[in-house]
């Protein structure tokens, strides 16, 4: 009897956020691949595109003007897939196997940068700061307002991952719901934090209680075990390619020295090194297939901040901080800058299968440099 | 106060099956797409291709040769996702967070028919019948083997979804366990038929008991009511945009005369008119855009057959049969033959969202021609 060697055999890992499987088939890389290619990238992109609705002074879809903006800059998106509340009343459901929920909320959009041919891989720790600056304004304000119950930080970047325009840019969906996939993670940091785990040094969460998200990375950069599924690891931060990733090159990003309900939690040098991390993933990105890499990355926190009332509970009390914040960056390559991965057919109808280990990922992944390849030259 | 509408105010659906959300936001389609576009597909394939590996008499990847076949064809996938059993034993868990499942199976190609240039819409309903009967053998040959716990059918078709062969043909992965997705969607019909819903004149599962597709197909095509999402029905079968649709012009194909497990249980009569169905489906479909419309299929039903030892329980008394067939169609194109509708960003850290209302989509089905438009012109 062979034993079991997860380079080599087919298995399946479970997700504790989710509690659903991926199916991991490592032999499968051997497949020649006869499929769509992506068409190549746009290079030498202009520094401002008369045509771009992103560009500082430039007029947008709905006829309004950007400002001469010289950092970030925000605007209400021009096509929001929710508006502002309130709505309507929900309507009586015609039978109970169809049911109808109003949603209310805002879309913003959040521009990186000035220029147009830069991407997060390309800005500098300072330029990245203000973005991190955003993000956080962004949670605080719409989090606040009468009726969010939700914010969703997301960045699509790459033309193969629906973004249309390359300006670096993205945006925040405020809604009147916890979405699915936040909902069911943040159930089962909840079961979690009830549960009884064998004890660890791992950071615990409110009330003392353990946190999955803790216990997990402390599992993962325990140096002892080296489970080479670290990929990058700075004062605050670790980036890895988690144990249950679904895409082929998926990195979870979040904070393990503490536990860190949201972004409105962190301390100004947890925000430093949160920009370093970012610039060192984004830049490993690109590097790995040597192109600007495509990704949807996703920040999951405390649905919104901590309102003014919960002042008087101290936030080690307080049960709503059990979300331990991290950013999940979800990229479609697999092969090359014009080969991906496509969640299809069995995945969408059986459960997601990757063809390559989360070790090999994450190996591949510390492999590559730290300089951008753009910026090797000099 | 304006009153609710669902084709103007955003709003939330929930999946029965699943127990997740879909955000619909109907205003959006009015969004200008600058994004990416599908290639255009190739058009005047030839009716054999000497570099298709799925033709008849060609050599495949791993050097072994088609048969000259003149109907259907199956063969074992040349890189399979899984192995057959058995395989190596479970290693222990690192941690409690870190769980590996060994899987065994198989992955068997179906080919459609020997012509290169043929789709389903495009077959004859006797030559699409020969499918339903390979779909049929595969169920119940790989479904009978000694650890085989799912046997999931499914078509990957375009080169947007991953097709890498445009050659009509279908897969079936058989594994050793229930994937996520099916596992849910059975979870949720046995909790559905233990509970107590209002009475109605809908076909009941085994022991009497409620189903909830026979029961959600009943509602949709009560004429009394006109829900407007039912795109076409014969006399066993109806294909509708669910209520809880995802993808833009989804459809769920089901029986809706009685309560059928599996396509093992279906009598001849209902399978000629679940070949006379796809056919319509699938023309509908290309006629929409009027180009060879991609999507993913589906078929999810009883996980395996019931194996001989079940003979002395009745089919009405075999829990087991609380599975109710039905096929899914997840087709990416939103607007036209090229565009696309991306489930990225918010999709994918949120849940998902949709740009038009499934009863518009159904509308748009309904309005399409049932000749295809490549036959139209004679
Ligand atoms: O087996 P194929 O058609 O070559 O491959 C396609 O379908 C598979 C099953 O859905 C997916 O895992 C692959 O990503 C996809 O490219
Ligand atoms: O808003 P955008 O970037 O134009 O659109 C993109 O992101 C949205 C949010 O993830 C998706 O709903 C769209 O399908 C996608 O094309």
Redesign the interface.
Known sequence: ??????ST??????N?LTN??V?V?PH?T???????TE?PQAVNLPRHDPQCYLCPGNER?GGLRNDAYESTYNFVND?A???PPP?????PS???????????GGCDVIVFHPRHDLTLARLSLEEIGKVIEQWCAIYQTRGSQEGIEYV?I???KG???????PHPHG?A?S?S?V????ATELANLTKYSLSD??PSAAPKGPKNRPC?LC??AH?EIDVP?D?GRVVFKNEHWVALVP?WAIWPFEILLLPYKRHVPSISHLTANEKNSFAQILSNVTKRYDNLFSCSFAY???I?QRPVPRPESAALISDEEDEENVAHLHL?F?PPLLRSASVRK?????E??????RDLTPEQAAQRLRDCSEVHYLDGAA
Chains 1, 2 share one sequence.
């Open positions: 009897n062979t034993p079991f060697d997860s055999h087919p298995h399946r890992r479970v504790p659903e499987h199916l088939s499968r051997k497949r020649p691949w006869q499929g769509q068409p879809a096509y897939a929710v508006l709505g309507p009343i929900a309507p015609p039978h109970p196997l169809l049911t109808t929920e109003p949603v209310q969703q997301f960045e699509n033309a193969m991952m629906g973004c249309s325009n945006q969906w809604l719901v979405p699915t996939l936040p785990p064998a999955l216990e997990y599992f075990h489970t144990w949807s990355m996703g999951h999940h979800a496509f969640l299809v057919g069995f969408l109808m059986g459960e997601p299968q």
